[in-house]
């Protein structure tokens, strides 16, 4: 997670920051490394995995529909390649 939320951070700061309607955006170097050592500073360790519980909550339901997805249509054309072998 520490490398998403570095991500996410440079994502947000983005090209256009001075547009933003926002102000307390902060300000991150462009280097990657620099910029996770900023939020290390300034929020501890614990600052590169926030967002670690949404992120865990929402792979159960992900992974639950995608497997669920994958046996149906699996199914469905096991059941379409029998019905065409005895027709």
């Not at 001075?18 to 050592?37: A, V």
């Not at 967002?51 to 865990?56: A, D, F, I, L, T």
Request: hydrophobic content about 35%; aromatic content about 14%; proline content about 7%.
């Amino acid at each position: 997670m520490p490398f998403d939320v570095v991500r996410k951070r440079l994502q947000v700061q983005g090209p256009t920051r001075n547009s933003y309607i926002i102000n307390g955006i902060p300000r991150y170097p462009k280097s990657f490394i620099s910029t996770m050592y900023q939020i290390v500073k300034h929020e501890g360790l614990l600052g590169l995995w926030k967002g670690w519980v949404p992120g865990v909550m929402k792979a159960g339901p992900s992974s639950a529909v995608t497997f669920f997805t994958v046996e149906w249509c699996r199914d469905f054309f096991k059941k379409r390649r029998n019905h065409n072998k005895n027709n």
